[in-house]
């Protein structure tokens, strides 16, 4: 799928807390929540010791409409309470992407 360029990526890297204490359930949640926030385009996520997330979204405006979801709020107070030891959100503009598939 070609998409609109340019367009903007909340790059979330962490270090997690030993144990899920429930972070699997919200990680899921928001998740679906973020796919029905208007202006989402999608995510990507990996971890292995050093977790990180990637979504994509079609302006600053839908970020900052995201970070302030009353649902999202309360799981990033969680997150910061339980399930994280370390976090750094870095926010991009994408003007350019390729890709290599068999």
Known sequence: MELKKPYYA?????????????YAKMA???ETLAQKQPGFIGMESARDGLGITVSYWESLEAIADWKANMDH???QKN??????SW???RICKVEREYEFNT
Request: proline letters at 0%.
């Open 28 to 30: 899921e949640e928001m």
């Open 10 to 22: 909340v790059i979330f890297t962490s270090l997690r807390t030993e144990g899920d204490l429930g």
């Open 73 to 75: 709020r309360q799981a």
């Open 87 to 89: 976090y750094k959100v």
């Open 79 to 84: 997150g910061i309470k339980t399930w994280y």
